[in-house]
């Protein structure tokens, strides 16, 4: 049961791990003497951004680093500021559940009946940056991580917007199709804890009004110590969904 309870963590932390600079505080670095300027194409930023308020999907999550190199099927379930909700399969079994609400993150290993509890503090404490539930769920759904009206420096050529900012001494760059005004990716890196990651979006799909990406590739560095994954979404609706199970068993044990 130990390397279950292993194998576990790492479907979590590589989870996690995908928006550790994402929840930077979206204020300007008082630091920064580099000239911005306001976005003079906010209507850009603002197609970006997916209208919803609950979201369902398939998955098949492949993750390679550290010595790990799994793929799992999972279910995703998510209210607007209220859940994130992941069943993860294992050997064709429900292995895990994980919840995660605005303040904890719960995760069930059904496999040895035990479970843990943890703050997005204690989270953010593990990957080193601030973690939130609402810039994991921008994050899922293909959103700009930061508020519309932020200050940007922006150039673009025919096919791509770049935009950047620094903000609370991280850097965020990303890349919008001009045309279409999808996310293309997002690149974060930490200039104090030196971690970066670099999201991709791609096989965009319209779901109802919104459009949302069925790939999401990530590769991301941590020291020495480098990941990459993908997740594969199929299934997405956008339709409400009563409540979900999040019940812990009465026997199980926390870890």
Known sequence: ????????????????????ISACKSRKNSNDTRAFKK???MDALSASISDWQFYSAKAKVDIEGAGLSKSVDAVI???KDSVIWISVGLFGLEGARIFMH????????????????????????????ELTLKSTQSLLLGNLLL???????????????????????????VKLDSFDYHLV???????KTGKNIRFSYSSYEQVDSAFVPGLIEL????????FKGKIRLSNMNLEAFG???TRIPASYKRI
Do not use: C, H
């Not at 049961?1 to 550790?20: A, D, E, G, R």
């Not at 990716?185 to 200039?191: I, K, M, P, V």
């Not at 590769?219 to 110590?225: N, V, Y």
């Open 147 to 173: 508020p519309v009206d932020s200050l940007y420096e922006l150039n673009q050529d025919s096919a791509l917007y770049y935009l950047e900012r620094i903000v609370a001494k991280s850097i965020y760059k």
């Open 219 to 226: 590769k991301a560095k941590d020291g020495l110590k480098n």
């Open 1 to 20: 049961m130990k390397y279950q309870i292993k194998w576990q963590y790492k479907v979590l932390w590589i989870l996690i791990v995908s928006v550790f």
């Open 185 to 191: 990716n997002s690149y974060f890196r930490g200039e």
């Open 39 to 41: 976005l003079s194409t």
């Open 77 to 79: 379930k998510m209210e």
């Open 243 to 245: 409540p979900l199970p």
């Open 102 to 129: 605005q303040d904890s993150i719960t995760v069930l290993n059904k496999l040895d009946k035990s479970y843990s509890k943890l703050s997005w503090n204690e989270a953010g404490n593990y990957v080193g940056a």
